[in-house]
Protein backbone atom coordinates (compact mmCIF):
# COMPACT_ATOMS: atom_id res chain seq x y z
CA UNK A 1 0.00 0.00 0.00
CA UNK A 2 0.98 3.71 -0.28
CA UNK A 3 2.57 6.06 2.84
CA UNK A 4 -1.19 7.89 1.94
CA UNK A 5 -3.27 4.53 2.39
CA UNK A 6 -1.00 3.19 5.42
CA UNK A 7 -2.43 5.74 7.68
CA UNK A 8 -5.80 4.03 7.81
CA UNK A 9 -4.28 0.84 8.84
CA UNK A 10 -5.88 -0.38 11.93
CA UNK A 11 -2.68 -1.43 14.22
CA UNK A 12 -4.03 -4.26 16.77
CA UNK A 13 -2.46 -2.75 20.37
CA UNK A 14 -1.49 -6.48 21.19
CA UNK A 15 1.54 -6.95 23.51
CA UNK A 16 4.18 -8.76 21.04
CA UNK A 17 5.12 -12.13 22.75
CA UNK A 18 8.45 -13.48 23.99
CA UNK A 19 9.27 -16.71 24.53
CA UNK A 20 12.21 -16.60 27.46
CA UNK A 21 14.22 -19.56 27.95
CA UNK A 22 15.68 -19.41 31.36
CA UNK A 23 16.62 -20.86 34.83
CA UNK A 24 14.38 -18.62 37.63
CA UNK A 25 12.13 -15.60 36.35
CA UNK A 26 14.34 -12.78 36.34
CA UNK A 27 13.85 -11.51 32.70
CA UNK A 28 9.98 -12.33 32.88
CA UNK A 29 9.53 -10.31 36.05
CA UNK A 30 12.00 -7.20 34.02
CA UNK A 31 9.83 -7.52 31.04
CA UNK A 32 6.14 -9.22 31.50
CA UNK A 33 4.52 -5.37 32.37
CA UNK A 34 5.60 -5.05 28.51
CA UNK A 35 5.22 -8.03 27.06
CA UNK A 36 3.05 -10.88 26.75
CA UNK A 37 5.67 -13.73 28.20
CA UNK A 38 6.14 -17.66 28.07
CA UNK A 39 8.62 -18.88 30.13
CA UNK A 40 10.42 -22.09 30.02
CA UNK A 41 13.62 -23.49 31.43
CA UNK A 42 15.22 -26.24 28.76
CA UNK A 43 15.96 -26.09 25.11
CA UNK A 44 13.63 -29.24 24.89
CA UNK A 45 10.39 -26.95 26.34
CA UNK A 46 11.50 -24.32 24.42
CA UNK A 47 11.28 -26.80 21.42
CA UNK A 48 7.93 -28.26 22.61
CA UNK A 49 6.32 -24.65 22.72
CA UNK A 50 7.30 -23.66 19.43
CA UNK A 51 5.41 -26.42 17.92
CA UNK A 52 2.54 -24.73 19.20
CA UNK A 53 2.89 -21.26 18.66
CA UNK A 54 5.74 -18.83 17.03
CA UNK A 55 6.68 -15.75 19.53
CA UNK A 56 7.54 -12.26 17.97
CA UNK A 57 11.42 -12.96 20.02
CA UNK A 58 13.16 -15.10 21.65
CA UNK A 59 15.18 -14.97 24.41
CA UNK A 60 18.19 -17.69 25.34
CA UNK A 61 18.96 -16.90 28.76
CA UNK A 62 20.18 -20.24 30.68
CA UNK A 63 22.56 -20.04 33.21
CA UNK A 64 25.37 -22.44 31.57
CA UNK A 65 28.13 -22.73 29.45
CA UNK A 66 28.18 -20.06 26.87
CA UNK A 67 29.37 -22.32 23.90
CA UNK A 68 25.76 -24.32 24.79
CA UNK A 69 23.77 -21.33 24.43
CA UNK A 70 25.41 -20.22 21.26
CA UNK A 71 24.95 -23.83 19.87
CA UNK A 72 21.17 -23.91 20.50
CA UNK A 73 20.97 -20.17 19.33
CA UNK A 74 22.83 -21.85 15.59
CA UNK A 75 20.97 -25.03 15.60
CA UNK A 76 17.59 -23.18 16.15
CA UNK A 77 17.53 -20.45 13.76
CA UNK A 78 19.22 -22.88 11.06
CA UNK A 79 15.89 -24.73 10.78
CA UNK A 80 13.79 -22.89 8.35
CA UNK A 81 10.20 -22.19 10.64
CA UNK A 82 12.10 -20.27 12.85
CA UNK A 83 15.01 -18.52 10.56
CA UNK A 84 12.91 -15.07 11.11
CA UNK A 85 12.38 -15.23 14.71
CA UNK A 86 14.41 -12.79 16.33
CA UNK A 87 17.03 -13.76 18.87
CA UNK A 88 18.39 -12.07 22.01
CA UNK A 89 21.29 -13.92 23.23
CA UNK A 90 22.49 -14.10 26.85
CA UNK A 91 25.88 -14.75 27.59
CA UNK A 92 28.33 -14.68 30.86
CA UNK A 93 30.38 -11.92 31.02
CA UNK A 94 30.54 -10.53 27.28
CA UNK A 95 33.52 -10.18 25.63
CA UNK A 96 33.96 -9.06 22.36
CA UNK A 97 34.49 -12.11 20.74
CA UNK A 98 32.06 -13.20 22.66
CA UNK A 99 29.30 -10.73 20.95
CA UNK A 100 30.59 -11.43 17.86
CA UNK A 101 30.28 -15.68 18.04
CA UNK A 102 26.95 -14.61 19.28
CA UNK A 103 26.62 -12.90 15.95
CA UNK A 104 27.61 -14.96 13.81
CA UNK A 105 25.33 -17.85 15.40
CA UNK A 106 22.63 -15.74 13.97
CA UNK A 107 21.42 -13.73 17.03
CA UNK A 108 19.99 -10.30 16.99
CA UNK A 109 21.55 -9.05 20.12
CA UNK A 110 23.65 -10.41 22.30
CA UNK A 111 23.38 -9.09 25.95
CA UNK A 112 25.05 -10.05 29.00
CA UNK A 113 23.32 -12.14 31.74
CA UNK A 114 23.30 -8.85 34.51
CA UNK A 115 21.79 -6.65 31.83
CA UNK A 116 18.71 -5.43 33.50
CA UNK A 117 16.44 -2.66 34.18
CA UNK A 118 16.22 0.72 31.16
CA UNK A 119 19.03 -0.85 29.17
CA UNK A 120 17.29 -4.60 28.72
CA UNK A 121 14.01 -3.01 28.19
CA UNK A 122 15.51 -0.79 25.69
CA UNK A 123 17.45 -3.58 23.68
CA UNK A 124 14.32 -5.58 23.66
CA UNK A 125 12.05 -2.58 22.52
CA UNK A 126 15.02 -2.45 19.68
CA UNK A 127 14.49 -5.87 18.45
CA UNK A 128 10.75 -5.62 18.13
CA UNK A 129 11.14 -2.29 16.35
CA UNK A 130 13.06 -3.32 13.69
CA UNK A 131 10.91 -6.55 12.76
CA UNK A 132 7.59 -4.36 12.90
CA UNK A 133 9.42 -1.52 10.30
CA UNK A 134 10.57 -4.17 7.24
CA UNK A 135 8.64 -3.20 4.68
CA UNK A 136 9.76 -6.61 2.33
CA UNK A 137 7.98 -9.63 2.86
CA UNK A 138 9.61 -12.68 3.42
CA UNK A 139 10.43 -15.19 0.46
CA UNK A 140 7.18 -17.24 2.13
CA UNK A 141 5.12 -14.50 2.24
CA UNK A 142 5.83 -14.11 -1.86
CA UNK A 143 4.85 -17.03 -1.94
CA UNK A 144 1.59 -17.14 0.14
CA UNK A 145 0.55 -13.43 -2.11
CA UNK A 146 1.26 -15.44 -5.55
CA UNK A 147 -1.00 -17.90 -4.73
CA UNK A 148 -3.86 -15.81 -3.04
CA UNK A 149 -2.89 -13.34 -5.95
CA UNK A 150 -4.08 -16.41 -8.54
CA UNK A 151 -7.16 -17.03 -6.74
CA UNK A 152 -8.95 -13.79 -6.01
CA UNK A 153 -11.67 -13.95 -7.78
CA UNK A 154 -12.12 -18.18 -6.05
CA UNK A 155 -14.53 -17.02 -2.87
CA UNK A 156 -13.88 -20.70 -1.25
CA UNK A 157 -10.06 -20.04 -1.45
CA UNK A 158 -9.19 -20.34 1.91
CA UNK A 159 -6.64 -21.57 4.16
CA UNK A 160 -6.80 -25.35 3.16
CA UNK A 161 -6.76 -24.41 -0.34
CA UNK A 162 -3.32 -22.27 0.47
CA UNK A 163 -1.94 -25.37 2.43
CA UNK A 164 -2.64 -27.26 -0.73
CA UNK A 165 -1.15 -25.22 -2.84
CA UNK A 166 2.00 -24.81 -1.42
CA UNK A 167 1.78 -28.66 -0.03
CA UNK A 168 2.29 -27.79 3.39
CA UNK A 169 0.19 -28.92 6.63
CA UNK A 170 -2.20 -26.20 7.91
CA UNK A 171 -0.43 -25.93 11.57
CA UNK A 172 2.85 -25.46 9.36
CA UNK A 173 1.39 -22.89 7.47
CA UNK A 174 -0.27 -21.00 10.27
CA UNK A 175 2.91 -20.86 12.49
CA UNK A 176 4.84 -19.49 9.32
CA UNK A 177 2.49 -16.93 8.18
CA UNK A 178 1.84 -15.86 11.77
CA UNK A 179 6.09 -15.46 12.21
CA UNK A 180 6.64 -13.52 9.04
CA UNK A 181 3.25 -11.27 8.95
CA UNK A 182 1.92 -11.55 12.85
CA UNK A 183 -1.16 -12.08 11.39
CA UNK A 184 -3.51 -15.87 11.45
CA UNK A 185 -3.54 -17.22 7.89
CA UNK A 186 -7.21 -16.29 7.68
CA UNK A 187 -5.90 -12.33 8.47
CA UNK A 188 -3.44 -12.12 6.22
CA UNK A 189 -5.49 -13.84 3.16
CA UNK A 190 -8.53 -11.40 3.97
CA UNK A 191 -5.57 -8.20 4.76
CA UNK A 192 -4.33 -9.27 0.76
CA UNK A 193 -8.14 -9.06 -0.66
CA UNK A 194 -8.81 -5.87 1.48
CA UNK A 195 -5.82 -4.30 -0.25
CA UNK A 196 -6.62 -5.38 -3.78
CA UNK A 197 -10.10 -3.74 -2.96
CA UNK A 198 -8.31 -0.32 -1.89
CA UNK A 199 -6.32 -0.38 -5.07
CA UNK A 200 -8.86 -1.45 -7.63
CA UNK A 201 -11.38 1.45 -5.82
CA UNK A 202 -9.20 4.20 -6.09
CA UNK A 203 -8.79 3.29 -10.22
CA UNK A 204 -12.34 4.89 -10.26
CA UNK A 205 -13.34 2.24 -12.94
CA UNK A 206 -15.60 -0.25 -10.80
CA UNK A 207 -18.40 0.25 -8.64
CA UNK A 208 -18.33 -1.41 -4.57
CA UNK A 209 -20.03 -4.38 -5.46
CA UNK A 210 -17.53 -5.28 -8.61
CA UNK A 211 -14.38 -4.97 -6.49
CA UNK A 212 -15.72 -7.02 -3.76
CA UNK A 213 -16.53 -10.06 -6.67
CA UNK A 214 -13.37 -9.18 -8.25
CA UNK A 215 -11.61 -9.52 -4.76
CA UNK A 216 -13.72 -12.83 -3.56
CA UNK A 217 -16.28 -11.14 -0.96
CA UNK A 218 -19.80 -12.45 -1.66
CA UNK A 219 -21.81 -10.12 1.14
CA UNK A 220 -21.27 -6.98 0.01
CA UNK A 221 -21.96 -5.67 3.81
CA UNK A 222 -19.17 -8.38 5.06
CA UNK A 223 -16.93 -6.87 2.46
CA UNK A 224 -17.70 -3.46 3.56
CA UNK A 225 -17.53 -4.03 7.44
CA UNK A 226 -13.89 -5.50 6.53
CA UNK A 227 -12.76 -2.91 5.14
CA UNK A 228 -13.71 -0.27 7.25
CA UNK A 229 -11.76 -2.50 10.29
CA UNK A 230 -8.69 -1.98 8.04
CA UNK A 231 -9.08 1.32 6.45
CA UNK A 232 -10.73 2.98 9.17
CA UNK A 233 -13.12 4.24 6.37
CA UNK A 234 -16.03 2.84 4.63
CA UNK A 235 -15.93 1.86 0.53
CA UNK A 236 -18.71 4.47 -0.11
CA UNK A 237 -16.13 7.49 1.89
CA UNK A 238 -13.13 5.91 0.40
CA UNK A 239 -14.61 6.34 -3.39
CA UNK A 240 -15.69 9.92 -2.39
CA UNK A 241 -11.58 11.49 -1.09
CA UNK A 242 -9.49 9.11 -3.12
CA UNK A 243 -11.33 9.03 -6.43
Not at 15 to 38: H, S
Not at 170 to 195: A, F, M, P
Amino acid sequence: MSSEREKFNILKNEKPLFLIIEDGKVLTEELGPEYQIMTVSSEAEARDYLKTRLPQAILIALTRRNDENIDFCRDLLSEEEYSKIPVILFLDRVTEYEEIRGLEAGANDVLDHSTRGELLRIRANRVVLKRSQSHFPSKFLQRVDDAVFQHFRTRSFQMEDLAEYLNMDRKTLYRKVKTDSGKTTQEYIRHLRICRAGHLLKRGTMTIAEVAEQVGFRDISYFSKCFRDYFSISPSDFVKKYT
